[in-house]
């Protein structure tokens, strides 16, 4: 999409510091980091929010969740945890329409979230 912030990010028309690169996703450091680690996983397919899935999305969730697991073990995070977030429109804190998971691990979590 044309005036998406993270559709940029994903085809490197903005600068990011990349975490992975496939065909299907890209994921890079958030630039305001609420961990030690933080990082985002985004669909180079622009998708607005979780409710703007379809059923034909399915297999890319599903993947989204397995890319999270490993990049999070890639990253040092298998032994001490670490949680993984959508938030979804605006009263859950979604401030960029495309939809991105949050990994973030290296300290404590409280819950529930605030
Ligand atoms: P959310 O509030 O769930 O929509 O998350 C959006 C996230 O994108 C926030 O954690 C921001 O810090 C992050 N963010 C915004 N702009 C950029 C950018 N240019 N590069 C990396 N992360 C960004
Ligand atoms: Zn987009």
């Known amino acids: 999409m044309a005036d998406c912030l993270f559709c940029k990010i994903a085809?490197?028309?903005i600068p990011?510091?990349?975490v992975f690169a496939d065909d299907r996703f890209y994921a890079f450091e958030d630039i305001n980091p609420q961990a030690p680690t933080h990082f985002l996983i985004v669909p180079r397919k622009h998708i607005p929010?979780?409710?703007d899935l379809s059923r034909d999305d399915g297999a890319l969730v599903g993947d989204?969740?397995?890319l999270a697991s490993k990049l999070a073990r890639e990253k040092g995070l298998a032994e001490s945890g670490y949680r993984l977030n959508i938030n979804c429109k605006e009263g859950a804190g979604q401030t960029?329409?495309?939809l991105h998971a949050h990994i973030l691990g290296g300290r404590e979590?409280?819950?529930p979230p605030g």
């Open 11 to 13: 085809a490197g028309e």
């Open 16 to 18: 990011s510091r990349q």
């Open 49 to 51: 929010t979780l409710d």
């Open 64 to 66: 989204l969740v397995l």
């Open 96 to 98: 960029v329409l495309h």
């Open 109 to 111: 979590f409280r819950w």
